[in-house]
Structures are given as structure tokens and as C-alpha cells.
T-cell receptor, first 117, second 119 residues
């Protein structure tokens, strides 16, 4: 079955440590996204990528980094510069239909919950 | 900048009854897309329904339908014949076309409405 796989499901970070969240999709989607969800709030965009080897900052990119070396993979690193990393992180992807993602829904993974030790 | 407002933090409905969730948005664009996503306790985001702004006809998906009022910038979701499995957080989302100069087609989410279904 096609889908988006996020791992791990739960992750703990020590102070000063960088951690990487994995996101893999086998939907052959071009675009991939990372969102952060805090309690009682909607999703906020961290980074997005429309093609391999290219990515753009979203609304809250500070303290995060990404890479897009393969179409299927879009890992997110939460760096030590992110002072409040505790949140639920969701990865999503969408297909490029005629070069326009706008009318295409985003498909989401099951998320990773990150907490500080 | 576009904003999406969901003014109801929580809505309660009895099984088999109907509930309507409100969503308003602020935009100066004429062409855009609107979505409703459902997030059950499993935290997975599931697309419920979508609406293209250039279409006057309201979208429907089985028991889910929308009331899209473009002039009022309103996009409410109606859940008919509510079932226990409908209990979840519902998010309204707005998206501009990729061609918009100040946006790449970014999905903007509201804060969500928690739907509680009682037997």
C-alpha cells in the first residue's frame, strides 16, 4: 500500500542535541512538507520541497533544517537552536498535477511526537 | 497574509444528528482552494472534503457537505447523521494557487474544532 511513513513515533531530545525525524513516501509525489502542531493549535509549516535538491522555508523554519536528496525522502533535523522543540510533527506530500499543487490535497503521515528530556 | 479562523473550539452532537462547523478566512485573492481535514485521536490527518473557489456548487462527500459563501469568505462544514467515528478535531485549511506571487500555494490551517459525538 502506498503511503507516508514517519519514524520514530516518539522521540526524546536532550538539551544541546540535534535529532532527525524521518519521512518516507512511496506515492511518487513531487512535493513534501513538514508541519509542527502544538496543543490547541493548527498546523504550522516548517519547510517544504517541490523537487529533489530544492526546499524552501515555511513560517517557522528557525531551528530546523531539511534535505531532499531523494524524491521519496524528506528528513527534518531539529537542531539545538530550536529552544522549544516539544510538539507533534507531521510530514505530508502532494502530487504535481500539471505543475500546480494547489488543488491537490496533501497526504499526511502518522506523525512523530518530540519531547525534551 | 491569509488567515483562517475557526471560532468554535468544541462542538457536541448526538448520534444521528447534524452539526455544522464554521470557518472564515481572510484573503484578497479571487482564486483559491479550501479544505476540511479530520484528525482523530490517532493524530493522523485525513482529508474530508475540498472546494475550489471558482465553483459555485457546494462540495459534498457522503454525509459531509460544505456551505461555501465566497462573498462572506465563509466555508462551513456540515456533518449529517453523525456517527461515533466522526469524533475528532476538524481543521479548515486555505490554499492559494501556486501562481500567486506572494505565496507558493501554501496551506494555511485554522486552530481546529473538536467534535464530540454522544450516544
Amino acid at each position: 500500500d502506498g503511503g507516508i511513513t514517519q519514524s520514530p513515533k516518539y522521540l526524546f531530545r536532550k538539551e544541546g542535541q540535534n535529532v532527525t525525524l524521518s519521512c518516507e513516501q512511496n506515492l511518487n509525489h513531487d512535493a513534501m512538507y513538514w508541519y509542527r502542531q502544538d496543543p490547541g493549535q493548527g498546523l504550522r509549516l516548517i519547510y517544504y520541497s517541490q523537487i529533489v535538491n530544492d526546499f524552501q522555508k515555511g513560517d517557522i523554519a528557525e531551528g530546523y533544517s531539511v534535505s531532499r536528496e531523494k524524491k521519496e525522502s524528506f528528513p527534518l533535523t531539529v537542531t539545538s537552536a530550536q529552544k522549544n522543540p516539544t510538539a507533534f510533527y507531521l510530514c505530508a506530500s502532494s502530487i504535481d498535477e500539471d505543475g500546480d499543487y494547489s488543488n491537490q490535497p496533501q497526504h499526511f503521515g502518522d506523525g512523530t511526537r518530540l519531547s525534551i528530556l | 497574509a491569509q488567515t483562517v479562523t475557526q471560532s468554535q473550539p468544541e462542538m457536541s452532537v448526538q448520534e444521528a444528528e447534524t452539526v455544522t462547523l464554521s470557518c472564515t478566512y481572510d484573503t484578497s485573492e479571487s482564486d483559491y482552494y479550501l479544505f476540511w481535514y479530520k484528525q482523530p485521536p490517532s493524530r493522523q490527518m485525513i482529508l474530508v472534503i475540498r472546494q475550489e473557489a471558482y465553483k459555485q456548487q457546494n462540495a459534498t462527500e457522503n454525509r459531509f457537505s460544505v456551505n461555501f459563501q465566497k462573498a462572506a469568505k465563509s466555508f462551513s462544514l456540515k456533518i449529517s447523521d453523525s456517527q461515533l467515528g466522526d469524533a475528532a478535531m476538524y481543521f479548515c485549511a486555505y490554499r492559494t494557487p501556486e501562481s500567486t506571487t506572494d505565496s507558493w500555494g501554501k496551506l494555511q490551517f485554522g486552530a481546529g474544532t473538536q467534535v464530540v459525538v454522544t450516544p
